[in-house]
């Protein structure tokens, strides 16, 4: 050990290393909190995405189980007719329910009723609309909530619901069953 003028000198760390040490850790901290931030809106968002698929594709395989409905005019159709507006609550129907003797139609207007009020149990502020609509979404990847109509077009559902501000309004998920067909 070196003395000088009779005081032990100690190699170590100045203040300013230390302090620079410590913003280095204290940025990669912040940015791993930024980062987990992200992954936990993602996976949120992500979970909704899937629970809205599930509940489209439920409302496909109830309409694709009724097909006398599906038969319908669209004008009568209650499939075809299924527009249900934020915060709106869904018309109330019959239960048809096991061995309740249920017409088509009515079996029709029971699945509106049970996919509107899991839309609004679970989506709030969520917006559904079957119809017929051979829009493509093009480039944007975005569904208008308008439909094209006609008895080629397929039948369209579109679900959508409020994201976080400043996102578009438009269908976050929208499931094509085919043209004309159920």
């Known amino acids: 050990m070196r003395t000088r003028h009779g005081v032990a000198a100690c190699a170590g760390f100045t203040l300013l290393e230390v302090l620079v040490a410590l913003l280095v850790v204290v940025l990669g901290v912040a940015g791993a909190t930024g980062v987990q931030a992200m992954a936990v809106r993602a996976a949120g968002e992500a979970a909704r995405l899937s629970d809205g698929m599930q509940l489209a594709a439920s409302l496909a395989q109830r309409m694709r189980a009724n097909p006398v409905a599906m ?49 609004a149990q679970r989506f709030p502020g969520g917006r559904i609309r079957v119809c017929r609509d051979g829009q493509d979404p093009g480039a944007s990847g975005l569904l208008a909530w308008s ?36």
Do not use: H
């Not at 959508?160 to 043209?179: S, Y």
């Open 71 to 119: 038969a319908l005019p669209d004008a009568a159709n209650p499939y075809l007719q299924f527009d249900q507006e934020p915060g709106a609550a869904p018309e109330s129907a019959s239960p048809c329910f096991g061995a309740a003797n249920c017409s088509p139609e009515q079996l029709a207007r029971f699945d509106v009723y049970e996919t509107g009020a899991a839309l």
């Open 147 to 182: 439909c094209t109509g006609g008895l080629d077009a397929p039948v369209t559902i579109k679900l959508g619901w409020r994201g976080r501000p400043g996102e578009a309004d438009a269908p976050a998920v929208f499931l094509t069953l085919g043209a004309g067909a159920p």
